[in-house]
Every structure is written in C-alpha cells, then in structure tokens.
T-cell receptor, first 114, second 115 residues
Framework: GQNIDQPTEMTATEGAIVQINCTYQTSGFNGLFWYQQHAGEAPTFLSY????GLEEKGRFSSFLSRSKGYSYLLLKELQMKDSASYLC???????????????FGTGTRLTVIP | GAVVSQHPSWVICKSGTSVKIECRSLDFQATTMFWYRQFPKQSLMLMAT?????????EQGVEKDKFLINHASLTLSTLTVTSAHPEDSSFYIC???????????FGPGTRLLVL
C-alpha cells in the first residue's frame, strides 16, 4: 500500500526558514513532488525530485533520499503569503490498477506569523 | 506551468440529481487525466485515472457506476456524479499530464454541495 507521512501543522515567523519533512513507503517509486495548496484552491506545483539530493528553486528547496524514504521542503525568507498547506506526493504504482499514479500525504498546514 | 481548467467552480444541487464536471487541458495534450476528491482538512484522494479513448480505471472503494468518467479527447475529461447525495459533497479536483513521466498539473477544483 501507500503510506506518506507529514506533520499536520507547523508555525514559523516571517523572514525565518522552515523545513517540512515527509516520509514515505510506497509500491514502486517514480518521483516525489511538493505542492502548495491555499485554502479552497487546487494544489500548485512547487518541486520534483527523482534522484537523491537537493533541488533549489528560489526561496524553495526540496531534498530527497530514496534509501531512507525521506524528503523535505525548505522554505527560506518566509513571507505571510507562504501560509498554506504543503502536500508531499509520491508517484508510485496503484495497487488497484497497477498504473503509475500520484499519491498524496495529508498535507502540512503552515502558518506564518509576523 | 501548464494550465488546466475546470467548470463549474461551484455547484449546489438537490439530492438525487446528477452533476457533470468538465476538466480541460488548455495548452497541452493530456494523455492521462486524474480525478481526486478532497474532504475538509483531508488530503487529496485519487478516485480514478482515465486515458484518452479508454475506460477509466477506478481506485478501490470508488463506485464506477456512480462516478462516470469520460475522456473523449486529449484535452477534455468529464466526471458525472450520478444521483448525488449529501455525502458526495466535496471538493473535486482534476489533474492532467502529457505523458507518464511528466508533471501533473491541477485544475482549480469544483466545490459540490448536495442538499
């Protein structure tokens, strides 16, 4: 089966750095994605890792260790608008269909305070 | 990034009626489209996967006769919730990708409220 774990909630201060962790156990692995989702809106793509290491994109960086089944999303210079849910998603094999699908964690609700 | 649209964005309907939701990829050809459902404060749950011109494949626990999916072209998929009931009230989100190794892009979602 698919099991993706993230902390439920985090709070951080404007201007600071925050790290959101994600651990996973899935049937097959074909990449890990991070999405940002504001309340009532659809997720927007942030980053993609398929090989071990760090991918940096502006204020956002994402790290992957396939051997440990672990990823994190790092947000620097936090802004108030970064308050949102951050979803870790793994592309793996559906037990039902055998197809390559994206499976989501429960999401981490980040609150940025002044 | 690529653009995926959904229509309508909001639906309020009476119990027992059917509701159709459209999902379109606007600037790429989507060989595969996905339908997700999200209840409040929960994560996205994959309902079904559809490939253009093929029957949709449904995840365990999702009734295929209740949630009808049609993927008639490379840019359009529809989800019809038949005989909707209040427990079907949820946020329905479609997603599309060009190929199996490509990024999935999400539509803006459709909020369904069944009275």
């Amino acid at each position: 089966g698919q099991n993706i774990d993230q902390p439920t909630e985090m709070t951080a201060t404007e201007g600071a750095i925050v790290q959101i962790n994600c651990t996973y156990q899935t049937s097959g692995f074909n990449g890990l994605f991070w999405y940002q989702q504001h309340a009532g809106e659809a997720p927007t793509f942030l980053s993609y890792n398929v090989l071990d290491g760090l991918e940096e994109k502006g204020r956002f960086s994402s790290f992957l260790s396939r051997s440990k089944g672990y990823s994190y999303l790092l947000l620097k210079e936090l802004q108030m608008k970064d308050s949102a849910s951050y979803l870790c998603a793994v592309r793996g094999l559906s037990n039902q269909t055998g197809a390559n699908n994206l499976f989501f964690g429960t999401g981490t609700r980040l609150t940025v305070i002044p | 990034g690529a653009v995926v649209s959904q229509h309508p964005s909001w639906v309020i309907c009476k119990s027992g009626t059917s509701v159709k939701i459209e999902c379109r990829s606007l600037d790429f050809q989507a060989t595969t489209m996905f339908w997700y459902r999200q209840f409040p404060k929960q994560s996205l749950m994959l309902m079904a996967t559809s490939n253009e011109g093929s029957k949709a494949t449904y995840e365990q626990g999702v009734e295929k006769d209740k949630f009808l999916i049609n993927h008639a072209s490379l840019t359009l998929s529809t989800l019809t919730v038949t005989s909707a009931h209040p427990e079907d009230s949820s946020f329905y989100i479609c997603s599309a990708r060009a190929g199996s190794g490509e990024t999935q892009y999400f539509g803006p979602g459709t909020r369904l409220l069944v009275l």
